[in-house]
Structures are given as C-alpha cells and as structure tokens.
C-alpha cells in the first residue's frame, strides 16, 4: 500500500463514519420532531378545552345575568304595583275620612236641633 491507498481508505472510512453518523442524527431528529409535534398536539388539544370552557362559562354567566335582568324588572314591577295599590288604599282612607267628617257634622248638626 502506497500512501495514496492509505489517504484513500482513512477518506473513504471517514465518508463512512459521517453518513453512519448522519443516519443517527437524522433518526435522533425525526424522534425529536415526533416528540414536539406530540407535545404541540396535546398543548393545542388543551388550549382548545381551555376556549369552550371559558366559551360556556362566559354564556353561563351571560344566562345568569339575564335571569337577574329578568329578576329586577319583575321586582321593579312588583314595587311599582305596591305602590299604585298603596295610593289606591291611601285615595280610600281620605274617602272614608271625608264620609266620617261628613258623618260628625251630621251628628252634631242633629244634637244642636235637638
């Protein structure tokens, strides 16, 4: 063997040695980028859980508050038929107050003819 056969073979076992090497990185790589995707999957799966739930507390709390809309405007409601029948008794106690006076007039009108 001559020196140029010698440079030859340690080239050649060299080519060798990195494509044997390239082969495992590129493997190692392709188990890397499966992990990621795999990760990248399960992180998107989550946001998206993340999102409806928020989605269906925000139409929940949505309901609630019209059910508490509804709430009010029932109980302004009923506030205000109180206080049209307040009025209506408050109208009757002054009728009843002006047929009394009307009554004591009367009666003391007679005890002074009698």
């Known amino acids: 063997h001559g020196p140029f056969i010698d440079t030859a073979e340690r080239v050649v076992s060299a080519i060798y040695t990195l494509s044997r090497d390239g082969s495992r990185i590129r493997a190692e790589n ?3 980028l499966r992990k990621a995707k795999t990760v990248a999957d399960g992180v998107t ?7 409806d739930a928020i989605e269906a507390g925000i139409s929940e709390t949505s309901r609630v508050l019209d059910a508490i809309k509804s709430e009010q405007a029932a109980a302004l409601g009923g506030v205000a038929a109180a206080e049209a029948a307040r009025a209506r008794l408050d109208e009757e106690v002054f009728q009843k107050q002006d047929l009394v006076s009307s009554l004591d007039e009367t009666v003391s009108t007679l005890h002074n003819e009698a």
């Open 30 to 32: 392709t188990g890397f």
């Open 45 to 51: 799966s989550e946001i998206e859980r993340l999102a």
